[in-house]
């Protein structure tokens, strides 16, 4: 029982970060129609950003102290919003018009230019580094479980970020304008909706929640390299998928649940060397079984 | 008498396997890169039937070359031993086409359930069984886990590469332009429109992907026993990108755009080699850059040119 619930609390910890970076994918599916696949890379940044900049803020204030983790981490999203930001403007906004397909692959090629830029040695360099400590590293002990502090700051931060999105996505103006556009951009654009800003803030937003995750990812593994978001970047467009695309909360359920079967399926002995394939043969079997995931609405194509 | 293209057919394989009794002559390292050639032919044109003629965007094509690759490689290991050195053609024969069958079977196990998804979906699932077949080989201890194959005969000569790229181009070439293949374009065209001319689009989708597989897994037998080395890491996203790039930069749907493409990207690396640190940052802005400039191919032009 006590090593269920300690899986548990490893999966979801795991599971939040996947949602965080899960709700970019999905904002942006609602608003463009299509897969930013460089969201993994900006996740990466963010963590890089992250440790860059801590040495910085440790200068004001004492190294490991909340205040000072909580200053990196908002430092880093809004770097990232800017990154995000002009990687829209960059490299899909000229490409609006066109096939889907084309935006696809020019998102591919965005996210390759970002890994191997960042794995040159002038830049990053392809070897893993160390994340500084950003809060005071503890472990508590209940009888066996063990919970520690960078879990349950990864826990608090993503309760405090899905708030906060819910908050500007249902009650701003900025947010209405978002869903107005999702739901349909050539009559919110006839409302004077400003359609260009308002994609833009919506790749700020989903990659600042990105840099935020990165940080959060950072802290628990303490190890970062240029190549971090491949892998965690696609898990967490499966659980995007998984939960529904387009669909806010079915990202967040989708990121913990995808955390969680992870953290179960790599505890049984056998499966555990299969623990990459899971999250895409959950994807799969979604999109055989229920192409609309967890929580999203089924829509009837019309021809 | 043989038509004029089985005539060119058998003139390529002809020539292949002439200059291939020369090939001691040659440079090694130059030989390598005009092996890798056929190879990337092989693979960028079977890609072609799915992703250009079929219109079916597929992310998995590493994915039936590891197939491919590994079944020949170790139906070599598993032979050699046993039987008398005159037989190694056979065995290298009957195991590319068996690599070919079974990869051919995986792309049919894969195809029947995701073609019925479309656009960024099929393309996010293909990619996915590819990443599931590495994940496979990288477990399996048979096939070297982690580690690789290693200790394959080296077999691929330039008459096998070339021959194989030959008989491929001429077999989907052929397929295309027959009444048959008239289908798969239908489908690329307009899938609704297709199957009220009573075309089955699935049916069509499936055999693309099983003849793309079919000769990814030829090229990954090839490749197999050029290297002499297999290690799962090779067939990982990265490679089927290379492939659906030489795909693209040909102009989807052009077989010869597409062997041009297939032959640039080759060489390229090559070329870059001098600066090798920029090489991979070069490629990935290539891509961006001819989305932006040039979506429907480098060497795409006339009426398809203007459609995209």
Redo the contacts between chains.
């Keep these: 029982m006590t090593e269920f619930l300690q899986q548990l609390i490893n999966g979801l910890a795991l599971g939040a970060i996947y949602a965080l970076i899960a709700l970019g994918y999905t904002m942006v599916y609602g608003v463009l129609r299509f897969i930013n696949f460089a969201h993994g890379d900006v996740f990466m940044l963010g963590a890089f950003a992250g440790s860059f900049l801590s040495p910085m803020v440790n200068r004001f204030l004492p190294p490991q102290s909340y205040a000072g983790g909580a200053i990196v981490m908002l430092l880093a999203m809004a770097i990232c919003a800017g990154i995000g930001i002009l990687i829209e403007i960059l490299a899909y906004r000229p490409l609006r018009k066109r096939p889907k397909l084309t935006v696809l692959i020019t998102a591919i090629g965005v996210s390759l230019f970002i890994e191997y830029t960042c794995q040159h040695d002038k830049v990053f360099g392809a070897a893993p580094r160390k994340f500084p400590d950003l809060i005071p590293v503890t472990t508590w002990h209940f009888g066996q479980l063990v919970i520690s502090s960078t879990q349950v700051i990864v826990f608090v931060t993503t309760i405090f970020l899905l708030i906060a999105l819910r908050f500007i996505v249902q009650k701003t103006r900025v947010g209405t304008a978002m869903r107005a556009v999702s739901f349909n951009e050539q009559a919110a654009a006839l409302m004077g909706v400003n359609i260009n800003s308002i994609i833009s803030f919506t790749f700020g937003l989903g990659s600042a929640l990105a840099a935020a995750g990165g940080i959060l990812f950072a802290m628990n593994y303490s190890s970062i390299d240029p190549l971090m978001g491949v892998q965690t970047g696609l898990k967490a467009f499966v659980a995007a998928v998984f939960g529904g695309i387009g669909n806010l909360p079915g990202a967040a359920l989708g990121g913990l649940l995808l955390g969680v079967i992870e953290t179960f399926a790599g505890g049984i002995p056998g499966l555990s060397n299969y623990r990459d394939g899971i999250a895409f043969a959950i994807l799969i079997a979604v999109l055989i079984f229920r192409p609309a995931g967890l929580l999203g609405k089924v829509q009837t194509e019309k021809v | 008498m043989l038509s004029g293209a089985k005539r060119l057919l058998l003139l390529a394989i002809v020539m292949a396997a002439v200059v291939s009794l020369f090939s001691a002559h040659f440079n090694r390292y130059y030989l390598g890169i005009a092996i890798d050639v056929g190879i990337n032919i092989i693979l960028a044109v079977s890609l072609n039937l799915i992703n250009g003629h079929t219109g079916q ?1 597929s992310l998995g094509h590493a994915g039936f070359m590891a197939v491919g690759g590994y079944t020949a490689a170790k139906f070599s290991l598993v032979l050699q031993p046993a039987l008398p050195p005159w037989a190694q053609p056979l065995i290298f024969f009957v195991g590319l086409a068996f690599g070919g069958l079974i990869a051919a079977a995986t792309g049919l196990a894969v195809g029947v ?2 073609l ?2 479309r ?3 099929l ?3 293909t ?3 590819g ?2 077949i590495r ?2 080989f ?2 399996t201890e048979a096939f070297g886990a982690a580690t690789g194959l290693t200790g394959i005969p080296n077999w691929t000569s330039f008459g096998w590469a070339w021959g194989g790229a030959a008989v491929s181009v001429f077999v989907i070439t052929c397929l295309v332009n027959s009444t048959y293949g008239r289908g798969f374009i239908a489908v690329h065209d307009d899938e ?1 429109a297709a199957s009220a001319s009573g075309i089955n689009p699935v049916r069509y989708k499936v055999t693309a992907f099983v003849i793309g597989a079919f000769f990814a897994g030829i090229a990954g037998g090839l490749y197999a026993h050029h290297k002499s080395f297999l290690a799962p890491t090779g067939f990982d ?1 990265m490679k089927s ?1 290379d492939i ?2 030489m795909v ?1 930069l040909g102009g989807m749907g052009r077989t010869a755009g597409v062997i041009i493409a297939a032959i640039l990207l080759t060489l390229l690396p090559e070329f870059l080699r001098g600066f090798a ?2 090489r ?2 070069i ?3 290539l ?2 850059g001819l ?2 400039a040039r ?1 429907q191919g480098l060497f795409n032009f006339g009426k398809a040119a203007q459609k ?1």
Excluded: C, K, N, W
Aim: charged letters at 10%; a negative charge.
């Design positions: 965007f359930p995701t019925r998804l656009g960024d979906y393309a996010i699932v990619l996915g069984f990443e599931i994940v496979i990288q477990t609704v996203f990108i659906v790039v693209i640190d920029y991979m940052i490629y990935s802005l891509i961006i989305m932006l979506p995209a």
